[in-house]
């Protein structure tokens, strides 16, 4: 009889192993605590307005690609896919205000005309950050399920050791001079939770993925790839199950033998736990958990955030689809998130209006505004807090795009560390996982397979390769090949 796998939760690192698992004969049944799919890639449908709940950079589109292709389908078979243009724009104050377009050319253009020599050197950078792509994106990613610290060492990567051993700030600041090109070449690397200056520069290869392969938008948002992944993974016999807590991992012998789900025991074989993986060891009788609170304490987290999901009764001016808000020193801002943690002096913003492209995300005449401040995690929330930044949001944001907005503002839902921790049981709160520091990649990240539990495995953004959803797509494909390297064997 084949074997069957429970996997907890339904973020994409679970929905892609379930859909691997189910391809090699598994019986697959995925368990989400929550009503809707998808993890911190839910929806809110409310009053005409569509908003994505989390992600809504669709960047890396060969990973979703080659997902869909390692099922002999096309991305294009689910959803379809707009390359946007601008890819966003940043405000730096009301009259500094770049457009970051849709080819490497006409980003070299705007470059030089900012830092006259600038284009040369951006090409020669890009260059560099499409090597490290090919190396790392392309090829070591899906084979570095974290084990050994062999895996990491390759001819490409012996050849690339410089690039561990300085970060992204150093090597962008030798080459560009200018302050806002420097702040807008060390924003991709924000994606992978760290600061800049704590950033391998290997992971340049995010400002390819940036600059050289561009911004993508789903035609109903990002949600499109969630229900995708969903509708191919029940083609191939995955059963997904709502409003199913897994309270507890029942064990016999250090082996499991099932979850405690709303109060009923269902057996199976193997468990894959998405679930943020600190609350999922807690759900082990102790002597089974493989982490101290010690450890997680010296973990270096990816910030959470403060969100609002904002509804106007207008079309905005002088706004795109993606805007970064960089009206200040993002250097005091990543200082309150890491170094001495506490509610931001004067925050960086990104604010996200999909109806600027995409129309019927909002009411006709209407914007969809998605406001975030990263901050760091654990940080107590509070309405008062929460109102507090809505107000300097909705005042900077009025300021940069010289008009009124408050008094069109007809729906509002706001987010925060609290209702990480309610809806996702993630650990302090954090939004994004687990921060791809040197000391935090690869096999020095949290274990992909337990080592107590020999049929127990983890994936997504705390384990390997880390935060953002193509690596969490990643993450499925390699707990995967784990699990059937060890349960076949
Ligand atoms: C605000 C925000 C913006 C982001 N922006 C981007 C972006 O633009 N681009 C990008 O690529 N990435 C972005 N990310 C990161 C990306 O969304 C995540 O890295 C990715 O979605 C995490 O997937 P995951 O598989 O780790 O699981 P999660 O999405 O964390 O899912 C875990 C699931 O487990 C469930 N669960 C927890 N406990 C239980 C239990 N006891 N029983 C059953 N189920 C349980 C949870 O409810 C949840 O559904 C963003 C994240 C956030 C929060």
């Known amino acids: 009889m084949n074997k069957s796998i429970s996997i907890i939760g339904s973020g ?15 019986k697959v049944s995925v368990y989400e605590k929550n009503n ?22 669709y960047w890396m589109p060969d990973v ?36 970051i377009e849709d080819s490497l050319e006409k980003i070299c253009n705007r470059f030089e005309k900012i830092e006259p020599g600038s284009s040369i050197k951006l090409k020669k950078f890009v260059l ?4 490290n792509y ?85 035609k109903n948002g990002f949600y499109d ?42 057996g199976c074989d193997i468990v894959i736990s998405g679930a943020d993986y600190n609350f999922t060891e807690k759900l082990l009788p102790k002597n089974l958990r493989q982490y101290s609170k010690k450890y997680w304490d010296k973990r270096i987290l990816a910030p959470s955030a403060l969100l609002f999901y904002v509804g106007f009764n207008k079309k905005l001016d002088n706004i795109e689809h993606h805007n970064l808000i960089f009206d200040t020193d993002f250097d005091q801002h990543a200082i309150e998130i890491y170094d001495n943690p506490k509610w931001p002096t004067n925050p960086l913003s990104y604010a996200s209006f999909t109806s600027k492209t995409h129309k019927h995300t909002a009411p006709k005449g209407c914007e969809n505004g998605f406001f975030l401040i990263p901050i760091a995690p654990n940080l ?12 300097v949001l909705i005042n900077k944001l009025e300021k940069i795009t010289k008009q009124d907005l408050r008094d069109n503002i007809i729906y509002r839902k706001s987010y925060c560390v609290s209702d990480f921790i309610n809806d996702y049981n993630s650990y302090k709160g954090n939004a994004y996982g687990l921060a791809n520091t040197l000391l935090q990649t690869a096999f020095l990240r949290p274990k992909l397979r337990s080592k107590k539990v020999s049929n127990l495995y983890f994936c997504g953004q705390l384990t390997v390769p880390g935060p953002g959803v193509p690596p969490a797509i990643v993450s499925g494909k390699l707990v995967s090949d784990l699990v059937i390297k060890y349960e076949e064997n």
């Open 128 to 131: 560099n950050a499409r090597e």
């Open 380 to 391: 107590k929330d509070n309405q008062q807090i929460r109102d507090k930044y809505f107000d």
């Open 64 to 99: 979703f690609d080659r997902f869909f292709k390692d099922f002999n389908k096309k991305t294009s078979d689910y959803y379809k896919l707009t390359k946007l243009n601008p890819a966003y724009s940043v405000y730096f104050d009301e009259n500094n205000t770049i457009p």
């Open 134 to 218: 090919k190396v790392a994106v392309l090829d070591l990613l899906y084979k570095m399920p974290g084990e050994s610290p062999l895996e990491l060492i390759t001819i490409d990567t012996i050849k690339k050791v410089k690039y561990f051993l300085t970060n992204i700030r150093k090597e962008v600041r030798k080459d560009f001079k200018n302050p806002m090109l420097r702040a807008i070449l060390e924003f991709p690397v924000l994606f992978l939770g760290a600061k800049p200056s704590d950033t391998p520069a290997f992971y340049n290869f995010m400002n390819y993925a940036d600059f050289g392969l561009g911004t993508f938008q789903p």
């Open 225 to 266: 790839v969630v229900q995708a992944m969903i509708s191919l993974g029940k083609s191939l016999g995955v059963s997904y199950e709502n409003n199913s807590d897994v309270k507890k991992i029942i064990t016999n012998n250090n082996k499991l033998v099932g979850l405690e789900i709303n109060d009923n025991f269902i």
């Open 12 to 26: 994409f690192s679970s929905l892609s192993a379930a859909c691997y698992l189910a391809k090699q004969g598994y």
């Open 36 to 57: 809707d799919f998808g993890g911190r890639a839910r929806q809110i449908k409310e009053n005409g307005f569509t908003f994505d709940m989390g992600p809504s950079w």
